[in-house]
């Protein structure tokens, strides 16, 4: 027989199955692979091509196959389309080659963890996250950070307490990534503990509730703490009271009589504890009397380093509450490069409060300054609407919000516009409802220009036309 009449006559691709099925969940986008494991595929992807393939690799056996790849199908059709290349050898040592298309129909079916997640109620794990103190800033940063990662993706539940977050998992390793996530980027220590819940003792088989427990220090920024003489002594013979600048993955403390800066871990804070003296509350409005920068202070035996962001200067100040008095305050602080007469500044005030800590009580009276000033005070209500910026936030079940969390959270915004450093940590969004406004009546609060500011991808249906924004839906439900 000739090679046409060959073609003609013989099928290479008898046996092989021309239509076929693959389970798709709409929830998490993935596909299934038999038995029972669930995979991330984009369309037209080798993973793609690879399952499919799969699903007729027995017949597959008895031809050679060349080449595989897809045919264009329109995504929201619910059709894969594989045009196939094989290869045999027929009558007499001839190889004949064929060309055919095997269609697969994509047939929804929700996977078992999605199951788990419409169920609401089941877990396997839990992350109780907490913070034994009044102020939630450190909330507000590891919120941004866990968005930031992504690794809000896998909870099953958020769900917000007065001291912190509990975040639920359908599987135990999930937590554990959180958890592990938790202690690089916030000083912390964790527990963690399993309660048994069924037992089959033919297969032997345990079934587990686990539950972390993460303590993070009670420690905030613009808290005033008082350090222990042997913990004081090991960072370089700081002043034992100090102001925390800032909290990341360690506690960076700054000593406003030196600039002496110092970091502290999670591990030297729970072997050496510490307490912040004040509440945010009670800090002070005072205003700047008189001020002399300090450029040059010698170094005591075995400092440590110092803070090159930040200026020493002497100052004299007032209470704003006591401006028909002539009782003055003398301070050493650190915000001598911001400050200058007549500006407002926040501070706590020590000369007139009882300080109910041990290490304080235990200090020589001569080294507790009068007043620690804290941080430069501007009009909120001016920064508030001049603010072209925003956050995301973290979908959960909340409690009644009070106007104390607004508060802190607006303290919180004001932290990220005056601190560079926790901002690189953060997704900061362009709000395009707030114009950008001209610097003409700028009181010299700090600001977030828009090079460091992303844009906030937003499909409506005005942007992309009636047609279009029908599509999309479609598109986004056909899968």
Known sequence: MCVG??????????????????????????????????????LESRELLALCLKKIKASLSKVRLIDAGFIWTEPHSKRLKLKLTVQKEVINGAVLQQVFVVEYIVQSQMCEDCHRIEAKDFWKAVVQVRQKTLHKKTFYYLEQLILKHRLHQNTLRIKEIHDGLDFYYSSKQHAQKMVDFLQCTVPSRSKSSQR????????????????????????????????????????????????????TSTIHLIDPRTLQIAEIDGSTYWRHPFNSLFHP??????????????????????AGARSNKHTLAEAWVRKTSELDTDHQYFCCT?????????????????????????????MNPQHIPDVVLIKKSYDRSKRQRRRNWKLKELERDREATDTDDERQYQDFLEDLEEDETIRKNVNIYRNADIPVESD???????????????EDLHISQDATGGEGAEMLTENHSGF
Not at 288 to 301: C, F, L, P, S
């Open 334 to 362: 650190h915000l001598g490069h911001i400050l200058n007469p007549g500006d407002l500044v926040l501070g706590f005030d020590l000369a007139n409060c009882n300080l109910n800590d041990e290490f304080a009580n235990k």
């Open 281 to 302: 509350k009670q800090l002070e409005e005072f205003i700047i009397m008189d001020i002399n920068r300090v450029y040059e202070k010698k170094k005591g035996a075995g």
């Open 196 to 247: 048994l819940i069924s037992h089959d003792i033919h297969s032997n088989v345990y079934n587990y509730k686990s539950t972390f427990s993460v303590e993070i220090v009670p420690i905030c920024k613009d808290n005033v703490v008082c350090l222990s003489p042997k913990l004081a002594q090991s960072l370089g013979n700081m002043s034992q009271i100090c102001v925390c600048i800032r909290v």
């Open 5 to 42: 009449c060959l073609r003609a006559q013989v099928d290479i691709t008898e046996g092989i199955p021309k239509q076929g099925t693959v389970h798709f969940c709409k929830q998490c986008e993935r596909y299934l692979q038999p038995p029972g494991t669930w995979i991330q595929c984009a």
């Open 440 to 454: 003409t009546d700028d009181d010299g609060a700090p600001r977030i220009s828009l090079a460091e500011m992303l």
